[in-house]
């Protein structure tokens, strides 16, 4: 079955724009986790969402935010960046939010 | 924070078994044990889990020792492809953290030629 997509897998912004990045679930998967990778703080976990609601929420601030569609996809949105959103931004599919979870590849924010 | 201890690197030879360890000590009786491995510039992999009994799949076998306060994840014949981040990390699932893993710092495993 196919796996975890995200897209788009690269972008440039640019400080105080925001920016929207999207997570296609493996099918018949209902949550949907947001981590940000970067190389000083390592893998840290932004959200949650299942079945359209976010279940859990990570310590980050209110620009970072989600939302999951009726299908299960989910985007997270990032407003007025900064330069130290710049990170890999994964998203991970699961059945119901335990056990295995399955990673897509990334999509790497650069904030110049 | 993670709740797990790793060394931040190891080398293994190509063909022998690779043993990451991973300290928990403070690990709870509801909380499992899980590893992912992350291969450079790619998201995390699941490799295998287990809550106080021995636990092997295809990719992998987990020792947890019967005071549960550490682990050993054991690649039983490494190759250059095994050469990743190894995650040890301790949860409890349940309604506050479903979906949700708690990083540490790793073990940057290097299997040589």
């Known amino acids: 079955k196919a796996g975890v997509t995200q897209t788009p897998r690269y972008l440039i912004k640019t400080r105080g724009q925001q920016v929207t990045l999207s997570c296609s679930p493996i099918?018949?998967?209902?949550?949907v986790s947001w981590y940000q990778q970067t190389p000083g703080q390592g893998l840290q976990f932004l959200f949650e969402?299942?079945?359209?609601?976010?279940?859990n929420k990570g310590n980050f601030p209110g620009r970072f935010s989600g939302r999951q569609f009726s299908n299960s996809r989910s985007e997270m949105n990032v407003s007025t960046l900064e330069l130290g959103d710049s990170a890999l931004y994964l998203c991970a599919s699961s059945f119901q939010g335990d056990n295995e979870q399955f990673f897509g590849p990334g999509t790497r924010l650069t904030v110049l | 924070d993670a709740k797990t201890t790793q060394p931040p690197s190891m080398d293994c030879a190509e063909g022998r078994a690779a043993n990451l360890p991973c300290n928990h000590s403070?690990?709870?009786?509801?909380?499992?044990v899980y590893w992912y491995r992350q291969i450079h510039s790619q998201g995390p992999q699941y490799i295998i889990h287990g809550l106080k009994n021995n636990e092997t799949n295809e990719m992998a076998s987990l020792i947890i020792t019967e005071d549960r306060k550490s682990s050993t994840l054991i690649l039983p014949h490494a190759t250059l492809r095994d050469t990743a981040v190894y995650y040890c990390i301790v949860r409890v699932v349940s309604s506050s953290n479903t979906g949700k893993l708690i990083f540490g710092q790793g073990t940057t495993l290097q299997v040589k030629p």
């Open positions: 403070t690990i709870s009786g509801n909380e499992y």
């Open positions: 969402y299942f079945s359209e609601t976010q279940r």
């Open positions: 099918s018949g998967h209902r949550s």
